[in-house]
């Protein structure tokens, strides 16, 4: 893949990801998991959304060490395109559908969900590095072989559960994205991410089989 179109991926598929989680939020049946864990945590200490969003990063980024990943453009580039995209997104969403029915929503929910899991697949399978939290995903996966779809499950349901202890608030859509973002990932990433998602960074990641091969 030209380095071209692998940048353009890159940033395609974070702005794809920003969208996904405005269209989450708006639809108000659930935020995507790792959210949960981020509204338990500003009711716990009051601390500003964006700023425990940067900390939880520093937070999984110090997970990498023993799973031997390693940061690239796309870490950083996927906390700056998101944190600086997502709040237009939600804006935009509000403007176009300030009262959508139950209809809309449920669909911007379900939607949220496909998206999401092709921006992931989209931005991993362009080899700038992962973002911090998928970055513990493909590492995870390149050290024990484990299925994409299985770890990335494992990774969501976890941090929903951790984030309702801490009060955060979930709902169905929350349920359906920690349960079915995996699969999406998986599948998206036969054609986003031809050499595997285990690796994310500039170099491609041959030991890892594509996740169709699992």
């Known amino acids: 893949m030209h380095l071209w179109r692998r940048s353009l991926q890159l940033v395609l598929g974070l702005l794809a990801f920003a969208l996904s989680m405005a269209m989450l939020l708006h639809a108000g049946f659930g935020g995507m998991p790792w959210d949960v864990l981020h509204q338990g945590v500003v009711r716990r200490t009051g601390l500003p959304f964006g700023a425990v969003v940067v900390a939880s990063s520093l937070l999984v980024l110090l997970a990498w060490v023993p799973l031997r990943q390693r940061p690239g453009v796309g870490t950083v580039a996927n906390v700056v395109i998101i944190g600086v995209s997502v709040d237009p997104f939600l804006a935009l969403l509000e403007a176009a559908l300030p009262d959508p029915g139950t209809a809309v929503r449920v669909a911007l929910a379900l939607g949220g969900v496909l998206v ?99």
């Not at 992962?130 to 996966?141: A, E, F, Q």
């Not at 998602?197 to 169709?212: F, M, T, Y």
């Open 116 to 214: 999401n899991g092709a921006a992931t697949a989209a931005y991993i399978g362009a080899r700038f590095g992962p973002g911090p939290r998928d970055g513990l995903m493909t590492g995870i996966v390149g050290r024990t072989g484990w299925s994409v779809r299985w770890v990335k499950t494992l990774i969501e349901v976890s941090v929903v559960a951790l984030g309702w202890a801490l009060g955060g608030t979930f709902g169905w859509a929350t349920v359906v994205y920690a349960l079915g973002v995996g699969p999406v990932v998986q599948v998206a990433a036969r054609w986003l991410a031809p050499t595997g998602l285990a690796d994310g960074s500039r170099r491609p990641a041959p030991a890892v089989p594509e996740p169709a091969a699992r």
